[in-house]
């Protein structure tokens, strides 16, 4: 009986319906999936030796990944890192120019973004944004066990993205080193970065 | 009738208003399962609302595969998570409120549905988070564990018991009332 009331239908003002596709209709359109890349060693090689004309170039999302690697590789050393006691993160980076060389085709519509978060204790740490939906489980970042430091890339199309860390399923936080958004009552604590072209 | 699929395509083609086509199909069933799980109704309309706009900005990474149903629904379990997170406070739903999720026409013993009423909240209000979840998923919406995985995240013998336990916190909660 219990469950038969639980089961009960509920009797939903259709003002609120009439709201919500209002706000649909102010919406900007639907945005397109982002582009996961995962930076792979042998990949990252295997481009190495396209760029310098080993083997034909081609301009599919791996090659762009290996050269995300690449140019991930080169450029991490010169970010700035910011110390917030037990997570800590270097700034979303946005990583343009080594993509251009190999896939000048889609150069104008997506950047590469790095996201890095160093949280030593967490046992799962995931990057959610408006990119996915807030989906928290969709873009898990990949830790590096050396120094407890957790990261992702992303082909992001220019613009403002919010985005937050998820970390072990449940502790939203912001990026420690990157724009806070304005607070919002119902949105976790995000952070904004805005690519350019 | 048209396939959720079909609706999402004609919507990604640039036909906003058949958005409204899944609204009309999932909005009142998602405020009942978030009144659960939030526990007022003012919390649950809002996170219904928050997630079809997130569901519409996200709406180019849903994958056939998957019902849209579940999809929706993974997006308004995480939604409530974070409104509980942040403290939002279970009220009781009586007796105020408790009309409002109940139908008009199934009022035959109003005494007794809510007494009913009182002791189906305050029991859902004992549960852990997990546990509500796990049962309301389960018991009330009907999805299979491996549907509840996809949703929640969870391992399925985790989800097992969950329900199980739920169950058992829920006939010791409403002891006497045998109504689970």
Request: net charge positive; hydrophobic share 45%; aromatic share 6%.
């Amino acid at each position: 009986m219990l469950i038969t009331e639980l089961r009960a239908p509920v009797a939903v003002d259709p003002a609120s319906k009439c709201r919500l596709m209002d706000l649909i209709r102010e919406a900007s359109a639907p945005a397109a999936p982002p582009v996961r890349l995962v930076p792979n060693r042998s990949r990252a090689l295997a481009a190495i030796r396209r760029m310098r004309g080993d083997a034909p170039r081609t301009s599919s999302a791996s090659t762009l990944a290996t050269a995300a690697g690449i140019a991930l590789v080169m450029l991490v050393g010169l970010q700035d890192r910011v110390d917030t006691g037990a997570v800590r993160s270097r700034r979303a980076v946005v990583i343009g120019d080594s993509v251009a060389s190999v896939a000048s085709a889609i150069r104008d519509t997506l950047r590469i973004v790095q996201f890095m978060l160093t949280a030593p204790a967490a046992s799962r740490v995931a990057l959610a944004g408006d990119f996915n939906g807030w989906d928290p489980r969709e873009i898990e970042m990949a830790r590096d066990s050396r120094d407890g430091r957790w990261a992702v890339t992303l082909a992001l199309a220019p613009g403002r993205h919010s985005y937050a860390y998820v970390v072990d399923d449940t502790q939203w936080v912001r990026d420690p080193a990157g724009m806070a958004a304005e607070p919002n009552d119902l949105a976790p604590p995000r952070s904004v970065i805005v690519v350019t072209r | 009738m048209e396939s959720d699929a079909a609706v999402v395509k004609r919507v990604l083609n640039g036909e906003v208003e058949a958005f409204s086509i899944l609204v009309e199909r999932y909005f009142d069933h998602y405020v009942r399962f978030a009144v659960h799980l939030v526990g007022n109704r003012e919390d649950a309309e809002e996170v219904v609302q928050d997630t079809f706009l997130r569901a519409y900005r996200a709406l180019g990474r849903y994958e056939e595969r998957e019902r849209f149903g579940a999809w929706l629904l993974r997006i308004l379990v995480n939604r409530a998570r974070t409104v509980s997170a942040m403290g939002r406070r279970r009220e009781k739903l009586f007796p105020d409120q408790a009309d409002a999720v109940l139908p008009e026409t199934a009022q035959a013993h109003p005494e007794e549905r809510a007494a009913l009423r009182e002791e189906m909240a305050r029991a859902l209000d004992q549960l852990g988070r997990d546990q509500r979840e796990a049962f309301l998923l389960h018991y009330v919406e009907g999805l299979s564990y491996e549907e509840i995985a996809a949703v929640t995240g969870s391992g399925i013998s985790a989800l097992k018991m969950r329900v199980k336990r739920s169950c058992e916190r829920l006939r010791e909660i409403l002891q006497g009332v045998n109504r689970v």
